[in-house]
C-alpha cells in the first residue's frame, strides 16, 4: 500500500509534548492545538525522484571521493540503493512490460522506500528516547549508544521540511 502522508517530524518523537494524542504548535503567529497525525505531515514528501547524472557526480564528488577508502563502497551502496528501482522502471519501460500489479509495485516502492528506511531509525531510537524520559543517559556512555543516538537526531534534523526547503 502506498504511504502518502510522510511525517518529516517523529510523531512517537512529539509525543512527550502531547497531552492526549494533541500539541500544540505555532506557526508564524498563530497559535493552534493540533492531533500529532496532523502536525509536520506532507503529502508524498519522501516520494523519491530519479537522480540525475549530474546529481550522482555531485554525490561522488562531495561523499564518496572524500571519504575514507573502506566507507566508500558502502557510501556508493546508497546510491544504488536509492536509485535501482528507476532502472528497474526503465527496463520495463524499454523492453514494453506491462505487467500492471508490477508497475503498481515500482510505483509503491518508490512512494514508500524512504519513508520506510526512516522508520527503521526511529524503531531502533525508540529505547533512547524512552530512556531520556526517564532521565537516564546512560546509553550516551557507549560507543554504540551515542553512535546511535547521534545518528538519529542528524537525521531527524536533516529530514525537516525548513532544512529540506533551504538545501535543495
Not at 12 to 33: G, K, M, P, Q
Not at 139 to 158: E, K, M, S
Amino acid at each position: 500500500m502506498k504511504k502518502r502522508r510522510h511525517h518529516y517530524v517523529w510523531q512517537h518523537y512529539l509525543a512527550a509534548w502531547a497531552t492526549s494524542e494533541f500539541i500544540w504548535c505555532r506557526r508564524n503567529t498563530v497559535v493552534f492545538r493540533t492531533n500529532l497525525k496532523n502536525v509536520a505531515v506532507t503529502k508524498d514528501f519522501y516520494r523519491l525522484r530519479d537522480l540525475t547524472i549530474p546529481e550522482i557526480e555531485f554525490i561522488y564528488k562531495l561523499a564518496i571521493e572524500r571519504s575514507q577508502k573502506h566507507l566508500q563502497d558502502f557510501n556508493k551502496g546508497w546510491i544504488s540503493f536509492f536509485t535501482k528501482v528507476f532502472r528497474v522502471k526503465e527496463f520495463c519501460k524499454n523492453n514494453e512490460i506491462s505487467d500492471f500489479n508490477m508497475h503498481e509495485k515500482i510505483d509503491e516502492i518508490i512512494q514508500n522506500c524512504e519513508e520506510d528506511l526512516h522508520m527503521h531509525i526511529e524503531d531502533d531510537a525508540i529505547k533512547y528516547l524512552d530512556s531520556l524520559r526517564k532521565e537516564d543517559t546512560t546509553f550516551y556512555d557507549t560507543n554504540r549508544g551515542c553512535i546511535d543516538f547521534a545518528h538519529f537526531i542528524a537525521v531527524q534534523y536533516l529530514r525537516t521540511e525548513p532544512v529540506r526547503a533551504t538545501h535543495l
